[in-house]
């Protein structure tokens, strides 16, 4: 059934208090929900299949256009529509980049790869901290058509405001696993190719090293790096080399840059 949009021109709404309070991991860890902010945004969260909860967008920016189609489509698909005032919208967009729509969707996980397919690439990414740099590396898996971004162990939330915004959408298309190391270095030990470390003390080359498929790319966390015992796990080690005196890359920067080596030829972009 249709529903209609409702008006919300209060501050004080529980809704718009349920909404605000996703900023929050521990609520959005509770209620399995999260916001992701943007008309553009919300169409890759269409084209893959998901539907929101809840849609909430500025009074009189649904008129015409893509803003309509999207609110015409939330309400087809039975969620919940807010039409709300300029002061509401801004209490729940963000402070850098407010946008006129948001929407509240619910967090999806998908089980570790048990059986990859011959060509895919999946991406582990051991106790990531920094939101920017998860959703930057969602965004790229994307943009190289890997199979998945596996998280291991402690890490930040994929459905952070900071994260979702910086995937640019790639939040909707990629699929993420949630697993603990163990159940990694367990899941390591079936991996028919290459599982391929990037590594600061390894030898080889990235750019010259063949890559067997199905390949798990394998990157350290911001702080500390690698664990020895992911490491061991790892079937090859490589560095990519720097010309400066600097520690290491960006994490994000490095994953790009092996994704994209790994990819080669392979890729018909
Ligand atoms: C910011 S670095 C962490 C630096 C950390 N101090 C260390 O000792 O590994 C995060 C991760 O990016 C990857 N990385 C960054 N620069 C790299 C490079 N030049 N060669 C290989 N891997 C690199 C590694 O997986 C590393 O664990």
């Given at each position: 059934?249709?529903?209609?949009?409702?008006?919300?021109?209060?501050?004080q709404?529980?809704?718009?208090?349920?909404?605000?309070?996703?900023?929050m991991?521990?609520v959005?860890?509770?209620?399995?929900?999260?916001?992701a902010?943007?008309?553009?945004?919300?169409?890759?969260?269409?084209?893959?299949?998901?539907?929101p909860?809840?849609?909430?967008?500025?009074?009189?920016?649904?008129?015409?256009?893509?803003?309509?189609g999207?609110?015409?489509?939330?309400?087809?698909?039975?969620?919940?529509?807010?039409?709300?005032s300029?002061?509401v919208?801004?209490?729940?967009?963000?402070?850098?980049n407010?946008?006129?729509?948001?929407?509240?969707?619910?967090?999806?996980?998908?089980?570790?790869?048990?059986?990859?397919?011959?060509?895919?690439?999946?991406?582990?990414?051991?106790?990531?901290?920094?939101?920017?740099?998860?959703?930057?590396?969602?965004?790229?898996?994307?943009?190289?058509?890997?199979?998945?971004?596996?998280?291991?162990?402690?890490?930040?939330?994929?459905?952070a405001?900071?994260?979702v915004?910086?995937?640019?959408?790639?939040i909707?298309?990629?699929?993420?696993?949630?697993t603990?190391r163990?159940?990694?270095?367990?899941s390591?030990?079936?991996?028919?190719g290459d599982?391929?470390?990037t590594?600061?003390?390894a030898?080889?080359?990235?750019?010259?090293?063949?890559?067997?498929?199905?390949?798990?790319?394998?990157?350290?966390?911001?702080?500390?790096?690698?664990?020895?015992?992911v490491?061991?796990?790892?079937?090859?080690?490589?560095k990519?080399?720097m010309?400066?005196?600097?520690?290491?890359?960006?994490?994000?920067?490095?994953?790009?840059?092996?994704?994209?080596?790994?990819?080669?030829?392979?890729l018909?972009l």
């Amino acid at each position: 059934m249709t529903r209609e949009p409702k008006a919300i021109t209060s501050l004080q709404n529980e809704r718009v208090k349920a909404i605000r309070a996703l900023e929050m991991r521990k609520v959005r860890k509770e209620t399995g929900l999260f916001v992701a902010e943007g008309a553009s945004i919300l169409i890759t969260a269409r084209e893959h299949g998901f539907v929101p909860q809840t849609l909430v967008y500025r009074a009189g920016s649904a008129d015409s256009g893509v803003a309509r189609g999207l609110v015409t489509w939330a309400l087809k698909e039975g969620a919940e529509c807010l039409e709300a005032s300029e002061a509401v919208l801004a209490k729940l967009a963000s402070k850098d980049n407010p946008q006129a729509m948001l929407a509240v969707f619910r967090q999806r996980f998908v089980p570790p790869p048990d059986k990859p397919k011959r060509d895919d690439v999946w991406v582990a990414l051991e106790e990531v901290r920094d939101p920017g740099n998860l959703g930057t590396i969602i965004r790229t898996a994307d943009a190289v058509g890997a199979a998945g971004v596996i998280l291991v162990g402690t890490s930040c939330d994929p459905y952070a405001r900071e994260c979702v915004r910086a995937t640019m959408g790639s939040i909707f298309a990629v699929p993420l696993v949630r697993t603990t190391r163990e159940a990694f270095l367990t899941s390591c030990m079936s991996w028919r190719g290459d599982i391929v470390g990037t590594h600061l003390d390894a030898h080889e080359d990235f750019r010259r090293a063949s890559y067997r498929a199905p390949t798990l790319l394998v990157m350290g966390s911001e702080g500390p790096g690698m664990s020895e015992e992911v490491a061991k796990a790892c079937t090859r080690l490589v560095k990519i080399p720097m010309a400066g005196q600097l520690d290491s890359l960006n994490l994000a920067v490095a994953t790009a840059l092996v994704l994209y080596q790994i990819r080669g030829a392979g890729l018909s972009l």
